[in-house]
């Protein structure tokens, strides 16, 4: 979905934007915040990002609607000086979207606008469609990476395309999918044994999608997970109640 080669109107018009905190699972304070995307309804209800999600049915179209998104975000993250007190912000980053001949371009040109270094700026790589040019996606990857941008590989499960391949990338982090953090079954908690010895030796941050009990909190501590995202912390704020979050939580901003 475009408008004259840019990103529909009328669905930009609608997105709102959400902040949730990833904290540190052995003190519980934010590291960093994801972006979420809400979209509005006529009525002036929100839904999740469907909507979003169904017009990057391509790289061309990821990459204008995610370079829209950042646009904004990082325009009110600098506003209410979030990351001149040390707090990186995260990016969705549609694998495919790596694949765009223009993208660090264009991402380095945003973040220059914007006043930020590249360390407050992360991206987490999710697979919305299909990718097989892993060679490709391991150079995007290493530029990224080198230029100063934190990178996770997201929505992690046991059947991930590409898994072990897209493992061994230079990236920061692995983000555990909800579905496996909350799964009661033997096979969830092997995998995600799996998963943090493989990530502790590559230098890696485990995060948990989806914490909700202390039950699930303590779990995914004695698995040695770094970092956890979810209700039982925070749910998805607008920047306002961001920084109010933040200076409950003595976050020092």
Do not use: C, W
């Amino acid at each position: 979905m475009s408008y004259q080669g840019q990103p529909d109107p009328a669905l930009l018009a609608s997105v709102r934007i959400f902040y949730q905190p990833i904290v540190r699972l052995y003190d519980a304070r934010a590291d960093y915040v994801e972006v979420l995307i809400r979209t509005a309804s006529a009525d002036g209800s929100l839904t999740g990002p469907t909507r979003l999600l169904n017009a990057m049915d391509g790289a061309e179209h990821s990459i204008r609607l995610t370079m829209a998104i950042m646009r904004r975000a990082l325009a009110e993250y600098r506003a209410y000086g979030f990351a001149a007190h040390g707090l990186s912000i995260a990016f969705n980053l549609p694998l495919d979207a790596l694949l765009h001949p223009e993208l660090v371009l264009q991402i380095e040109a945003l973040r220059a606008g914007s006043g930020l270094e590249p360390k407050h700026i992360r991206f987490e790589l999710t697979e919305e469609q299909p990718v097989h040019d892993l060679a490709a996606v391991h150079a995007v990857i290493t530029a990224l990476r080198e230029a100063g941008y934190g990178l996770a590989l997201d929505d992690i499960t046991p059947d991930m395309p590409h898994l072990a391949a897209l493992m061994q990338m230079p990236i920061r982090a692995i983000k555990l999918d909800r579905s496996v953090v909350t799964s009661s079954t033997p096979g969830a908690h092997d995998f995600i044994r799996d998963m943090v010895s493989t990530a502790l030796i590559q230098g890696q941050d485990i995060i948990a999608e989806g914490i909700e009990t202390p039950a699930q909190h303590e779990m995914m501590q004695a698995n040695n997970v770094t970092h956890g995202q979810g209700f039982l912390f925070s749910h998805p704020l607008p920047a306002a109640l961001l920084r109010d979050y933040l200076a409950v939580s003595r976050i020092p901003i």
